[in-house]
């Protein structure tokens, strides 16, 4: 069965500094995976995803994350962080073709102070 | 493009009443649609996924006759949760996805949160 891990449950920086939110991942195949951002009462929204090709990722609002199959980690990544990127972050993974279906982290929540 | 609506956003309702949640994709067609669960500082729990005409499929210790769900047309799925009680309150959210095939990813409506007096 897939699922995956993020190892903590909030992460603080200060605006300007590089973010990094943890993911690792655990698969029988070769891994679908996804980063989604979600703001307070709201939906998630899709940042970036992995599927094939080049191991670095580049997605919305100037998040990036690599994969790395050796480590089986996709870590999302934010070279200078905004107050604005303050929210609650969640790694994905799909196990395709045995399961169609997203297994979702529990969640880092990112707070970025001024 | 990719947008998924839902609605209502919020509502209220006593315990004992049905509550129909609507989950709409406004500029593509979803073959497949997803309904999730989320507590309070929680990830989010995948309840059923439905495909368009067929019975929805539950997760394991869903309860099928209380969280009904309807995948009428490619556009449209809605999750009605029959005889609503405080514990079914929390944060619903939906998402569908364009198409089967596997590198189809999914988008998420905004949420609705329901409580249950």
């Known amino acids: 069965a897939q699922s995956v891990a993020q190892p903590e449950d909030q992460v603080n920086v200060a605006e300007g500094n590089p973010l990094t939110v943890k993911c690792t991942y655990s698969?029988?195949?070769?891994?679908?995976l996804f980063w989604y951002v979600q703001y307070p009462n709201r939906g998630l929204q899709f940042l970036l995803k992995?599927?094939?090709?080049?191991?670095l990722v580049k997605g919305s609002y100037g998040f990036e994350a690599e994969f790395n199959k050796s480590q089986t980690s996709f870590h999302l990544k934010k070279p200078s962080a905004l107050v604005s990127d303050s929210a609650l972050y969640f790694c994905?993974?799909?196990?395709?073709?045995?399961?169609?279906?997203?297994?979702f982290g529990a969640g880092t929540t990112v707070t970025v102070r001024a | 493009g990719a947008v998924v609506s839902q609605h209502p956003s919020r509502v209220i309702c006593k315990s004992g009443t049905s509550v129909k949640i609507e989950c709409r994709s406004l500029?593509?067609?979803?073959?497949?649609m997803f309904w999730y669960r989320q507590f309070p500082k929680q990830s989010l729990m995948l309840m059923a996924t439905?495909?368009?005409?067929?019975?929805?499929?539950?997760e394991q210790g869903v309860e099928k006759d209380k969280f009904l769900i309807n995948h009428a047309s490619l556009t449209l799925s809605t999750l009605t949760v029959t005889s609503a009680h405080p514990e079914d309150s929390s944060f619903y959210i939906c998402?569908?996805?364009?198409?089967?095939?596997?590198?189809?990813?999914?988008?998420f409506g905004p949420g609705t949160r329901l409580t249950v007096l």
């Open positions: 998402s569908a996805a364009p198409g089967a095939g596997a590198y189809n990813e999914q988008f």
């Open positions: 698969v029988s195949g070769n891994p679908y």
């Open positions: 992995y599927i094939t090709g080049d191991n």
């Open positions: 994905a993974v799909r196990d395709p073709p045995n399961d169609y279906k997203l297994s």
């Open positions: 500029d593509f067609q979803a073959t497949t």
């Open positions: 439905s495909n368009e005409g067929s019975k929805a499929t539950y």
